[in-house]
């Protein structure tokens, strides 16, 4: 708590100076007498003081809570006078979240308040990913005449934090809980007939072709097919040119990418599919730990590991990956840091390969290599250190916000290679309702999502458009089940 | 802790609405104890008002080019109407206070001078102030970039009065074509120069000379258009207005400057002053407060006193004392305000009680002010009312230091 005491001894003083010197000096009676004003007025300022009794109760909502991130999240902060008397001057000021931007209302307000009355901070914040905490609110009081101050921070009731919901998806009935199901009774024991081989001591009898052995005398083991889950690959693309977004205080289409495969991820992993994470076009030192030669980020299936150390591994893995893409999204449509092709690979769209490691070189834009291809290995290495780490049979899903050809060519690239590819893009340019969703930069690059949305269709891959303004679980699922259909 | 920016713009609304409240009557009260000067307090209120507007325009989001034309047009009647205002009213004074009939009435007759100048100068500080505290405070930035231009604007009237002026002194009988070629020649020679230097070194903050430069020379024109007619009569107006034998000798003298130099150079170089005065007065409020209740304030004391010197009732002496207390803490608190909530949450209800106590403080010590007078007039020293006047503020300031330890 701090007290603070203003005064107005100097310009009521300098006032009554003026007054009594120009009095003296033309003797003027009304001159010298009018120096009494300001003496009343820095008196009435000396003399006032707060009330004895100010107790105040401060509550705060949050709605939606939680809350997914990029979503708009309203909060309201009221301030109630629990005194017996009236609290002339009460200034309040919420502790937002270090992170989180107001994008209309604000986060402080100043009320007048008699006994019983409140004052209401109304405000919207765009949520993060995970908690945010408010800090305590400031509470500022002031006597009638404004000189006595009194500062404290007061906890409030209500709503602590703006929960980002990352929370696994609890419906048992999705679609890789039902694939994953499947899977895990065929391989059991499998009930799909595949094949027939020559006894060997041990098989189970049950398994023995008792039929053929009544006809003919041979010992035959009939097989059955053995199913697994699918394994699944879940590519994020993190490249600077997604780092931007609609409106300030939105988080970057790269942000909302990484959150649509983070849930993807983690439906699949809770529902035993082993599951691959990946990165791509991450600045140089970022994600240290997780990346490889060719700059890539990966986060492993790591089936010795308990699932309790599996989620905390992906847990931090996702964690850092948001802050390496960062919360400073630039403007749509402003040219992103760097190259926009930093730390990716470029692939040849007619071949839906890495052109040779001389070719990018010989490109007029890139004679200049950047830092990060400088420091990290050839954009033909990584390339293939992309795709030569997705497991054969294993489907993909890149979670990509579509601003340009890339993630078009990746998807290629793998549908050569036969995976099964889905492609998971965040509208991150959609409608906010209001004028920066009509700018012609949000404009553009919604056409050009779509283009890009029918050349993904055309090349056999699967597109899953998520609207932001709507909710994630619905673009989670649709993702899952094309990936786990049969 | 609260933070403590100050944004750009106005102050609250519901503080610019209490200082104009309180200033517009005041000055309205003040400019009828000096009725001789009305009009030229009038005007350079005007002035005063024009000169906030266009530092507005200039803070405004509008294309630069356009502001810098405009503020550079518009600096010459600001200028003028300011000029009018200040030297207008002294004008006016000395033609009412002088001459007089006995060396001791010049002394007095300076003092009315002063009062009466005082007066004006007050009331026009105090539309300064309220315009400002409507509008938005003035930034030392905001103040230089006015003043920046304005500076611009006056160098094409200046340079070409300069050379009217030295191609007068060098050739008395000038040739009327020959000498224009030849000043045009001189003048666009020496602009272009400037501009080029000046174009370099302003680059950096966004300025481009050749706007406001070419305003300059816009008002240079339309200035020399209306210099045959204008310039007598604004001799005679002024002349007219000085007593007796001065105005005389000043008409005289002013009539021979205008035959030797010619009306176009002494309009140009006026029209250069006049620009350059209302940079001069960017200049002086960039050490001033920034915000306009303080100017307001200062104003409204500055005209009460000078008003009460020359004859003002003591209870416009109070209301003014009062006022001009009243202004200063109702645009304090809404600065602290607006810095400490910011601009989106109402503040008019917190305001309005504020205003309320301060108002009651302030016309508590009106009253109290007003039996000081009477009791002094009456009571403790009937010969001698000022001083019992001054022993209860002398008692009252000895209280109060007391109270303030």
């Known amino acids: 708590m701090t007290r603070r005491r203003r005064t107005r001894r100097d310009g009521g003083l300098l006032v009554a100076a003026v007054l009594v010197g120009t009095g003296l000096l033309y003797a003027d009676a009304a001159l010298l007498s009018a120096a009494v004003i300001p003496l009343v007025y820095v008196l009435y300022g000396a003399v006032s003081r707060l009330p004895a009794d100010t107790e105040l109760s401060v509550e705060r909502s949050v709605d939606p809570s939680p809350s997914p991130p990029g979503t708009a999240v309203d909060v309201t902060l009221t301030v109630r006078n629990d005194a017996g008397g009236a609290l002339p001057d009460v200034r309040v000021r919420d502790g937002v979240p270090d992170g989180l931007e107001v994008v209309s209302g604000s986060p402080r307000a100043c009320g007048s308040l008699r006994a019983g009355e409140a004052v209401t901070a109304r405000y919207t914040v765009v949520a993060g990913r995970g908690t945010s905490r408010f800090d305590d609110p400031a509470v500022s009081l002031r006597s009638f005449a404004g000189t006595a101050e009194r500062t404290t921070t007061v906890t409030s009731a209500g709503d602590a934090a703006v929960y980002g919901s990352n929370a696994p998806p609890k419906d048992a009935s999705s679609a890789a809980a039902r694939a994953s199901a499947d899977g895990a009774s065929a391989s059991a024991g499998g009930s799909e007939f595949y094949a027939t081989r020559e006894y060997r001591p041990g098989d189970p009898m049950s398994r023995i072709d008792w039929t053929r052995v009544a006809k003919t005398g041979e010992y035959v083991t009939v097989q059955y097919r053995e199913e697994r889950p699918p394994e699944v690959a879940v590519i994020t693309d993190a490249r600077p040119i997604g780092r931007a977004s609609v409106a300030p205080g939105y988080p970057s289409a790269a942000a909302l990418s990484a959150h649509l495969g983070e849930r993807i991820y983690r439906e699949l992993a809770a529902s035993g599919i082993d599951a691959t994470a990946a990165a791509v076009g991450l600045d140089p030192g970022s994600l240290d730990a997780w990346v490889d030669a060719a700059g890539i980020a990966w986060l492993e299936v790591d089936t010795a590991a308990p699932g309790r150390r599996r989620d905390d591994r992906s847990e931090r893995f996702f964690a850092e990956l948001d802050g390496a893409i960062g919360r400073d999204a630039q403007p749509l449509g402003a040219a992103p840091e760097g190259d926009p092709t930093a730390g990716v690979p470029p692939i040849d769209p007619r071949t839906g390969s890495a052109p040779p490691a001389n070719a990018s070189a010989d490109r007029p834009d890139r004679s200049a290599p950047t830092e990060s291809e400088a420091t990290a290995a050839s954009p033909t290495s990584r390339l293939d250190g992309l795709l030569a780490r997705i497991p054969a049979e294993a489907r993909v899903v890149v979670c990509t916000p579509l601003f340009d050809e890339w993630p078009v060519s990746l998807a290629r690239a793998l549908r050569a290679r036969g995976h099964r590819t889905v492609v998971a893009a965040p509208e991150a340019a959609g409608s906010r309702g209001d004028d920066s969703a009509d700018s012609p930069d949000a404009r553009v690059a919604r056409i050009g999502r779509l283009a890009r949305i029918e050349e993904l269709e055309r090349s056999g891959a699967r597109a899953v458009s998520w609207d932001v303004d709507r909710s994630i679980d619905r673009a989670r699922r649709r993702s899952v089940s094309l990936l786990t259909e049969r | ?405």
């Open chain 2, 1 to 405: 802790m609260m933070s403590r920016e100050r944004p750009d713009g106005p102050e609250t609304p519901t503080g610019a609405a209490l200082v104009l409240a309180a200033t517009a009557p005041l000055v309205a009260l003040l400019a009828r104890q000096v009725p001789g000067e009305s009009v030229a307090l009038s005007i350079g209120c005007l002035g005063a008002i024009g000169f906030v507007a266009t530092l507005r325009v200039i803070a405004s989001d509008a294309a630069p080019r356009p502001v810098a034309l405009s503020v550079g047009l518009a600096a010459a009647p600001v200028g003028i109407a300011l000029a009018v205002g200040a030297f207008g009213a002294a004008l006016s004074a000395i033609a009412a206070a002088f001459p007089v009939e006995t060396p001791a009435g010049w002394s007095s007759g300076a003092l009315t001078v002063l009062g009466r100048v005082g007066t004006v100068l007050g009331c026009m500080l105090a539309a300064l102030g309220a315009a400002l505290a409507a509008s938005g405070p003035a930034s030392s930035a905001l103040l230089g970039r006015y003043a920046r231009l304005a500076v611009l604007s006056s160098l094409v009237p200046a340079l070409t009065g300069a050379v009217l002026l030295a191609r007068a002194i060098v050739s008395p009988r000038p040739t009327p074509g020959i000498e224009w070629a030849f000043g045009l020649a001189v003048v666009g020679i020496a602009v272009a120069g400037v501009a080029v230097v000046l174009q370099r070194a302003a680059r950096a903050g966004g300025v481009r000379p050749s706007v406001p430069v070419l305003a300059g020379g816009i008002s240079l024109a339309v200035a020399v258009g209306v210099s045959d007619r204008a310039l007598p009569r604004a001799i005679r107006a002024v002349t007219d207005r000085l007593p007796g034998a001065l105005g005389a000798d000043v008409s005289a003298a002013a009539t021979g400057l205008v035959g030797v130099y010619g009306a176009d150079a002494l309009s140009a170089l006026l029209l250069a002053g006049f620009v350059s005065a209302t940079a001069l007065v960017a200049a002086a409020l960039r050490g001033g407060p920034p915000d306009g209740s303080a100017l307001a304030a200062a104003g409204l004391l500055l005209g009460t006193v000078a008003a009460s010197t020359v004859g003002a009732p003591a209870a416009l002496t109070f209301a003014g004392v009062a006022g001009c207390l009243f202004v200063w803490e109702a645009g304090a608190f809404a600065a602290g305000l607006r810095d400490e909530v910011g601009r989106l949450a109402s503040t008019r209800r917190v305001e309005a009680v504020h205003a309320g106590g301060t108002a009651v403080a302030v016309v508590l010590g009106a009253l109290g002010a007003w039996g000081v007078a009477r009791l002094g007039a009456r009571g403790l020293a009937p010969d001698e009312p000022a001083f019992g006047a001054l022993a209860f503020v002398g008692v009252g300031i000895a209280l109060l230091i007391l109270a303030a330890r």
